[in-house]
């Protein structure tokens, strides 16, 4: 999401002061307008996986830079985004997942695809406030036993296709979190304009600061 005009490129919006996200830092290809809300939208619901290889290499070439100012041991384990079973069933595929393959593939940096589960099945979150989406998140998520000890101490990226008011990827977050992983960064393909009432305005992409502190 583009600052406002006149802002500071090197110092984070006033709103990701007053709300900081969970998660560390956001990096956000796209702003989610036409074109890409169209292409996103045949990737997640047209039965259209191909785009993800075109939608993903936008993203790593988004994240490449930053990654390039980082030591090896710094570089992060990639995370997609989960579905519930019941979505994964329906849909075929998951669209983060491939979107993660891509930039993970382009970047040469290591995916854990199945580290994080999706243990309850929510509805759509289209139309909810942040605050109805935290709640309807809440607990859905779960860090399977065999990935903790690759997961603890280090840094993560969590992958998904669009951030809206970042409730999901903050949920997602703090199960990492309890999991033991020392940072999170979340990549995303686009970032949807800002809503209009600052309560709403939670889980900002803080994506003119750096990848890694």
């Known amino acids: 999401m583009s600052l406002p005009a006149g802002h500071p490129t090197d110092e984070p919006c006033t709103l990701c002061e007053d709300y900081p996200p969970e998660f560390d ?3 956000a290809a796209l702003d989610y307008v036409a074109p890409w809300t169209t292409l996103i939208g045949r990737l997640k619901f047209d039965e259209e996986p191909a785009l993800a290889r075109m939608l993903g290499g936008l993203l790593a070439q988004r994240v490449a830079p930053g990654l390039q100012r980082l030591r090896p041991a710094e570089r992060p384990l990639v995370i997609p985004a989960p579905l519930s079973a019941q979505r ?3 849909r075929g595929y998951n669209q983060a997942e491939l979107l993660a393959r891509t930039a993970t593939q382009a970047l040469r940096v290591p995916m854990l695809p199945d580290a994080l589960v999706r243990v309850r099945h929510t509805e759509r979150l ?3 406030t ?6 309807a998140i809440r607990g859905a998520y779960a860090v399977r036993d065999r990935a903790l000890p690759r997961l603890r101490g280090r840094h993560v990226a969590l992958v998904d296709d669009v951030m809206t008011t970042g409730a999901t990827l903050e949920e997602m977050t703090r199960t990492l979190q309890d999991a033991g992983v020392r940072s999170v960064s979340v990549w995303v393909v686009a970032r949807t304009p800002a809503p209009e009432r600052p309560q709403e305005r939670e889980g900002l992409s803080r994506s003119s600061r750096p990848l890694a502190r």
């Not at 942040?130 to 709640?135: G, I, K, L, N, V």
């Open 25 to 27: 830092r956001a990096v």
């Open 88 to 90: 994964l069933q329906e």
């Open 126 to 128: 289209m139309g909810l």
């Open 130 to 135: 942040a605050d109805e989406r935290r709640q």
